[in-house]
């Protein structure tokens, strides 16, 4: 993970309380620059899922400190509670859950990306660290989100702390995205390195999360319910940050604490689907064969309360919040934005067309067509919560700035050598789209951030754009279309007006997929 340690610049907040339309709102709204309040308003977003935050949100302690609630269960506390994680994000999960449970805490073990407690202290992130003497060991590996030799280690360590667990125990289990990679057991005679392979083969050629983490689970001790079956009897309580759209627990981090059905079925279609069935290596055959006359069947796990205590969707809630206190009529148009970066900028560019132009209907904006392209776009991008009819129907009645809001993850097919996220490149693309419709009399600015601040292997989480992002290439002599062919957004942004269109946050410490933000103001 690079070291990506600037902080954002902090913006001068305003006064965050609401405000009626009409009156001081749209004076709030306009007195800032759109810069600003996107990147402000990305920062709110993120706080909403940081590590503390959420943890005090999930957990509270009885007034005597010995009952612990989470949700609508409660669990007593006697000298009894074990925590493990595993994930980009569980540094800081483990340091939160130290300070509130400290006490109680008999031993840990959590798996974390290299290098990531030196990038907290060296960004003065001292509530992401653990405490000088702490009861939880941590181990660092996973190098570039690959399983690798130390994260094995610190999988063993945990399968071990689990499996000593007795009836009265309390584990607590902290799971963010990476996990997959921070938590590999491969069941014997499989080995690291045939799993490691095996998974960058996949990944390489287009296997979804769902896919990926399904072949995962069928070829791992841990993942699929393992660690939950290693715990038992011990009670288990899993505190989840989703990656993943939709926020299935089966899938976050190969779900070590939800039963899987271990369908093998399922992992031959999908070996087939990728070509890559007939060149299995033996020990994965022998494993898949044995998991399908398996007589235990698949775990059950009566004993595990799995809770998402963050997501992308909670994120979106908090910057929606914001924007109306900020004075945007703001609407959620969807938590699960997927699909290839190219449609989704598309769609993105029409979008603010269409909604442009009910906005002020008298200006020359989008004919019915356009309309009728988003709404096509729309549907073929599947997006599952989409809100787009909501969202341009409050546009149409807003009569003031406007601020939608969604959270994903796009997909781009890696083609050039050049250094780019996947929100640099939307952010590119999405600026090119504004431009060939430029909308008079409005403002628009089109924000997209990864939520843990480190977009692709760069230092920037992300980037923002106007429709006057070509003319300004133009006049750098800078040729958006080579730039996009390359995969080279990054190196793109840093060139224009000297990097002020980068998103700097530094790591954030969480992770709930991307944040797109898209604005449009009336002069
Ligand atoms: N040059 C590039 N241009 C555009 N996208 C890139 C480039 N290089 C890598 N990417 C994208 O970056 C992503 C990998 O980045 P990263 O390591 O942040 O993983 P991630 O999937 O974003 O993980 P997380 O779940 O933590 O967000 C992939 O989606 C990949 O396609
Ligand atoms: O670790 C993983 O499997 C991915 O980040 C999805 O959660």
Redesign the pocket.
């Known amino acids: 993970m690079a070291a990506a340690l600037q902080l954002l610049p902090r913006v001068a907040r305003a006064p965050l309380r609401p405000l009626l339309w009409g009156g001081p709102v749209v004076r709030l709204a306009s007195d800032m620059a759109l810069a600003e309040q996107a990147q402000q308003l990305f920062e709110s977003a993120v706080g909403a899922v940081l590590p503390g935050p959420m943890l005090h949100r999930a957990l509270s302690l009885d007034p005597g400190g010995r009952q612990l609630k989470v949700r609508d269960r409660s669990f007593q506390l006697q000298q009894n509670l074990y925590l493990v994680g595993f994930g980009?994000a569980v540094l800081g999960m483990a340091a939160a859950a130290e300070d509130l449970l400290g006490q109680h805490l008999v031993q840990g073990v959590i798996s974390v990306p290299k290098g990531i407690r030196a990038a907290m202290e060296h960004a003065g992130k001292r509530e992401m660290l653990l405490k000088p003497h702490s009861r939880v060991q941590v181990f660092e590996g996973a190098e570039n989100?690959l399983p690798d030799r130390d994260a094995l280690r610190a999988a063993l360590a945990i399968q071990q702390l689990a499996e000593g667990l007795m009836a009265d125990d309390l584990l607590l289990v902290l799971i963010s995205?990476?996990g997959s990679a921070l938590l590999p057991a491969p069941i014997p005679p499989v080995t690291l390195e045939e799993k490691q392979t095996l998974t960058k083969l996949l990944a390489a050629r287009g296997a979804t999360i769902q896919e990926l983490n399904t072949i995962r689970k069928a070829l791992s001790q841990l993942k699929g319910g393992g660690l939950a079956q290693a715990a038992y009897p011990a009670q288990v309580v899993s505190l989840i940050l989703s990656?993943v759209v939709g926020d299935p627990v089966e899938v976050i981090a190969s779900g070590p604490t939800v039963a899987s059905a271990h369908n093998v079925q399922d992992c031959l279609h999908i070996l087939n689907r990728y070509g890559l069935r007939a060149a299995l290596p033996r020990s994965v055959k022998t494993v898949l064969a044995r998991a399908d006359s398996d007589p235990h069947g698949p775990y059950s796990c009566g004993h595990v309360l799995n809770v998402i205590i963050g997501s992308n969707a909670l994120a979106l809630a908090e910057a929606q919040q914001q924007a109306e206190v900020l004075g945007y009529r703001a609407v959620v148009l969807s938590a699960a934005m997927q699909g290839d970066v190219k449609n989704v900028a598309q769609f993105y560019g029409l979008l603010a067309q269409v909604a442009g132009t009910r906005l002020i209907p008298s200006i020359a904006g989008a004919s019915a067509e356009e309309d009728a392209k988003l709404h096509e776009l729309a549907a073929e991008l599947q997006i599952p919560d989409l809100q787009l009819e909501q969202a341009l129907e409050a546009v149409a009645g807003a009569r003031g700035p406007v601020c939608l809001l969604a959270g994903g993850?796009p997909?781009?097919l890696?083609r050039?050598s050049?250094?780019?996220?996947?929100n640099?490149?939307l952010a590119l693309r999405v600026g090119a789209e504004l431009g060939r419709w430029p909308l008079g009399h409005i403002d628009v600015l089109f924000l997209s951030g990864?939520s843990?601040g480190?977009?692709?292997?760069t230092e920037a989480a992300g980037a923002w754009v106007m429709p006057e992002l070509a003319s300004q290439a133009a006049a750098e002599g800078l040729d958006m279309a080579t730039f996009l062919a390359h995969?080279?957004?990054y190196t793109f942004f840093c060139h224009l007006q000297g990097g002020t269109h980068l998103l700097h946050t530094g790591l954030t410490g969480t992770?709930v997929?991307d944040i797109h933000l898209l604005f449009l103001r009336p002069r």
């Open positions: 980009k989100n995205g990476g990656d993850e997909t781009v890696l050039g050049g250094k780019g996220g996947r640099q490149e990864g843990d480190q977009d692709g292997p995969n080279d957004s992770n997929m």
